[in-house]
Structures are given as C-alpha cells and as structure tokens.
C-alpha cells in the first residue's frame, strides 16, 4: 500500500512539508509533574517555614506512606535569610518533631489526597541519613531551584530529608513538589 502525504501548508488539522518533503511540526510539552496532575489528581505541593533553623537542623521531612505507587520528586525550592549549603538525604527510622505538613493536591477542585508523613517548620530528628542525594547552596536572601528530572524517586516506605546544614540561625524555607507513579 502507498501512502502519500500532501501539503496542507500546515494549518488546520493539515500538515505541512518542506521541500525536502519532510513534515513540518511543532509541539510544546510540558512536565510529567503537569500531566500527573492534570490527569491523575496526584501532584503535590509541600511548603515549610522555619522562623529559627539552625546549622545541621533537618527542617523538612517526607515518607512515601503509599503501598503500591513511588512518589517521584519534581522540584525543590528552598531559601533563607542567611547564606546556607543545603542537603537532600536518603532517610531511614522514624521521625520525630517538627509539625505535620498536609501535602496539598495541585489540582484546585481534587479530592484526592496524598499518603505520607511530611514534617516541617522546625528541627526533625529520630531517623538516620543513609546517602546524599544532592546539596546546593544559596546566597542569603535569595533561594535555589533543583529539578532532579524525576530522579529522586522515593518507594514505598522510603523517605527524604532536607538538611540546612550550613548557616547562621535565621528564617528558612522550603517547597518540595511531585507526583505519585508506578512502583
């Protein structure tokens, strides 16, 4: 069978080819956190605010209470007063302190809600760190995007924590978001 394509000068719902005869496209994409949200009700946003951290603190703390999805890591957004050098860990054991952070589902209208124990907003401890994942340091008064490209993928009963390792005593923040996928 042949299959021939023409020219639809690209308007429509028609193709367009170049005179190499090649079809002409265009696309915009966006990221899987966009198209879990939008179509899974399963991205979510954390925030956390530290009106004290202090240098070694754990200030932010997630675990994958979910028995059968990984929830994958989009984005993590963290600032402070001061100048600090931040830490993601692997984490193991049960945490304790801070104050329970309700993950809020990005998908204004869902009902969806996530499973996971996420601490925050002051000094965490009662588990061990069991690798580092990534560090990045920000200037004081400023804040530091890292986008792992959903390679931070935290498993059932897996857990992360942030650690504002070095800096002097000040305001920090945090904003972590992902989505629920597959195990």
Do not use: C
């Amino acid at each position: 069978m042949l299959f021939q394509l023409f020219d639809g000068k690209g308007r429509g719902n028609s193709a367009g080819v170049n005179k190499e005869f090649r079809v002409e496209t265009s696309s915009s994409a966006n990221s899987r956190f966009y198209y879990r949200s939008r179509d899974n009700d399963d991205g979510y946003m954390m925030n956390s605010h530290d009106a004290d951290a202090e240098a070694g603190d754990y200030i932010f703390y997630f675990k994958n209470d979910n028995a059968t999805q990984n929830f994958v890591v989009d984005r993590i957004v963290v600032g402070a007063v001061q100048s600090v050098l931040w830490k993601v860990w692997r984490a193991t054991g049960t945490a304790t302190g801070g104050t329970a952070i309700i993950p809020v589902n990005t998908k204004v209208g869902s009902g969806a809600t996530a499973s996971a124990t996420v601490l925050g907003v002051s000094a965490i401890s009662g588990f061990s760190t069991d690798g580092q994942l990534a560090s990045m340091r920000t200037s004081a008064a400023n804040h530091g995007v890292f986008i792992p490209n959903d390679s931070i993928i935290i498993p059932p009963g897996g857990a992360i924590a942030i650690e504002y390792d070095t800096g002097t005593t000040g305001i920090a923040e945090i904003m972590v978001n992902g989505f629920y996928d597959a195990a």
